[in-house]
Structure formats: structure tokens, C-alpha cells
């Protein structure tokens, strides 16, 4: 059985679709709905949808034999509210970690903060915001719980691709689909200024779903490992790339202060662990995504 929390969200749906494709319909969704989020279950197959106070009281009659797909989180990045925070990412995960064995985690890269190298060693930890704090928990807490009996945990980066459309309205979405969106509404792009040298490692969910669900069928171990390309793309890019699509124009905007201190200006993914898994791998780029989906 697999248990897919996050289930109606972004990566998570994709999650479901990606088992799905895989055989796999003893699938249980996990997560609480809204009216953006709905739309997400389109043509997922699974045996039962529950909430996450559910998840914690439904027995399961072998543990051992269920996959836990820990992909549900509260993953704003701008939270201030730590109460509320702690309690949907750490300890909710804690209680999950001491029901389920084999548990397959959604990290962040966030947990870096502005360094530059993102090997998978503590030194290298910074996280510069709440969220990626209580990922870092995670990680830690993960490492510490013998009940365990395989955990991989991924340090996701900047994720995006279908399904992405509720984080359109919470403004939380990737400019994938943030540009679309504006292209689409107004016929004009905003950028920060300066987008031209806003780096981000870019990865396409259709890649990350493909690539946990490969490694975890295959590699029986437990692990933290990142999960992004290696390379980067700039927010100029992704403006340029959209706007061409849509003839759009592109805006450019000064950055919000309330962002001007938590804003990463580069992320890129240290692959040697990953890639020592996962041989040969061609990730997805922007624009065979984009020609393939618009």
C-alpha cells in the first residue's frame, strides 16, 4: 500500500498520477481540500481519501508492507506564525515517523540558506527562514528514530510543472506557472529587478516524482540526498520563455521589503550523491517542458 500525503497539492497529485502510471491504485490520499485544490484529483485513481487527523488514528494491518510518501507540509516561506508551523511539519511528521517504517520524505534545499555549496553535510546547513528550519528538524529527527527502517529524505529545490495551479492563488507558485498565469490574465509579466542574475536550480516535478519513486524501488536504504539538476536557470529566462509563448510583455518591479531578506538569489543542486544512484539520468528542461505542455 502507499500512503501519499499532500496528496490533492502539487507535488503530491503527481505523486498519485506517477503511481498510478506505475500499477499502483492501493493508494491512500492523504490531505485537506480546498475549492483551488480540487481540481488536483483529476484522473487519479486511488482507494481512499482521508485528512490528516485520520491518517494518525487508522490502524494498518502491516505496517511493514506501506510506503509512506511524506510530501504534505505547511511550505510557506514566509511564516512568522512558528506555533502553527511546528506543529503541521514537525510534529506531525514526528507521530508519522513513529507509526510508519518506510518513509519517503519531502525535504527542501531551503535548509542551505545562501550557501553556495549544498553537499549533503551539516556544516553546510543555514536555513534563513522558519520553513526550512523545520525541515532541518525533520532531517534530524529522521537520522535519530531507530523505529525507521528506511527514510529517504529529498532536498528538493525549485520544483515545477502541472498541478501547480492552487499555488498560483496562495502565491507560492513557481514562475513557470506564476508567468503563465500573468501572461494569461493580463498579457504582462512582472519580474524583480535585477531577474537576470537570480539563479535558481530549476527541476520538473514529472522528474522528481520519476526519479524518488525509481531510487526507492531500487535502492534499499536510507539517505538524504539533494534533488535538483546540478544547473541553473534565471528568472529573466523563464520571463522571456513565457512571454514569447504568449506574446507577452515583461514588467520589471522592485523587490517587496518583506522579502529582501529571506529572497535566495541562488540555489544549485550538489549532484555527486544523487547521480551516484541514478546513472545516465537526463533531466527535463525548461523549454522541452514548455513545448511539450503548452
Known sequence: M???TGAAGFIGSNMVKHLNKQGHTNVVCV???NQHKVANLAGLEFADFISPDELLLKDFEDVTA?????LGANSKTSSDDWDSIYHNNVVYTRKLSNKFKNIVFASSASVYGDNIDTQEVTSNLAPKNMYAATKMMCDNSFLNNPYVSKIQSWRFFNVYGNREHHKVHAGMASPYSNFIHQAKTTGVIKL?????EVLRDFICVDDVVEIMYKIYMNKNKSFISNLGTGSTYSFQQWGDLIAKHYNAEIEYIPVPEELQKIYQKYTCSDNNYLMSNLENYKFTTPEEFVEANL
Not at 506501506?66 to 511524506?70: E, N
Open 66 to 70: 506501506c510506503t509512506l510518501w511524506h
Open 192 to 196: 524583480f529587478d535585477n531577474s537576470h
Open 2 to 4: 502507499h500512503i501519499v
Open 31 to 33: 490531505d485537506t481540500l
